[in-house]
């Protein structure tokens, strides 16, 4: 698993059937799974993607905030 500081979201879709994890740091990324776990999972491995298609075609990486969102 990637090592990962950006802040994930995962939540439970009905509509989809299935958890989701986004990463609202990266707009519009996100990942399914049956379970968190797997979403989980799923989600750090287009992070990790992401990351490295970024550092190949030299464009910007934000900075990992943390926690964005406070309840």
């Given at each position: 698993m990637s090592n990962s500081?950006?802040?994930?979201i995962i939540y439970w879709s009905s509509d989809d059937d299935a958890f989701i994890a986004e990463v609202?740091?990266?707009a519009g990324y996100m990942a399914d799974g049956q379970t968190s776990i797997e979403a989980?999972?799923?989600?750090?491995t287009v992070?990790?993607?992401?990351?490295?298609?970024?550092?190949k075609?030299?464009?910007?990486?934000?900075?990992?905030?943390?926690?964005l969102i406070y309840a």
């Open positions: 500081k950006y802040e994930i609202p740091e990266l989980l999972n799923n989600v750090q992070i990790q993607e992401w990351l490295e298609t970024a550092k075609l030299n464009r910007e990486i934000p900075k990992p905030k943390g926690k």
